[in-house]
Nanobody, 127 residues
Framework: VQLQAYGGGLVQARDSLRLSCTISARDFRTYAVGWFRQAPGKDRQFVAAISYSGGSTTYDDSVKGRFTISKDNAKSTVYLQMNSLKPEDTAVYYC?????????????????????WGQGTQVTVSS
């Protein structure tokens, strides 16, 4: 399984960005996906997650109402739409994927649950 995250960049506060994570997997539809981020000098933290069906999502409180995660099974891609960006959103953003059993159709916010990780994309928000 290979993950490719892209779409990061340098933006100003209150701007928007859309991150994409393309996942190469034979059965992409069975994968739950999460976005995590790591700011300089800080631990990696959870941002958002989506269930394998796309029917369930969960967000960290710090991004709730500003970020939206979505999954396009036809394109094997997960998106993170980030609106009203703040300087504190500055970090390297990682996507992660984990194959789920049929019964496990939930959005998983636990970092240790994810076995497959992308390389990260830098998001820098200036004030």
């Amino acid at each position: 399984v290979q993950l490719q995250a892209y779409g990061g960049g340098l933006v100003q506060a209150r701007d928007s960005l859309r991150l994409s994570c393309t996942i190469s997997a034979r059965d992409f539809r069975t994968y739950a996906v999460g976005w995590f981020r790591q700011a300089p000098g800080k631990d990696r933290q959870f941002v958002a997650a989506i269930s394998y069906s796309g029917g369930s999502t969960t967000y960290d409180d710090s991004v709730k109402g500003r970020f939206t995660i979505s999954k396009d099974n036809a394109k094997s891609t997960v998106y993170l739409q980030m609106n009203s960006l703040k300087p504190e959103d500055t970090a390297v953003y990682y996507c992660a994927a984990d194959k789920k059993e049929l019964w496990a159709d939930f959005a998983d916010g636990l970092e240790w649950s994810y076995k497959n990780w992308g390389q990260g994309t830098q998001v820098t928000v200036s004030s």
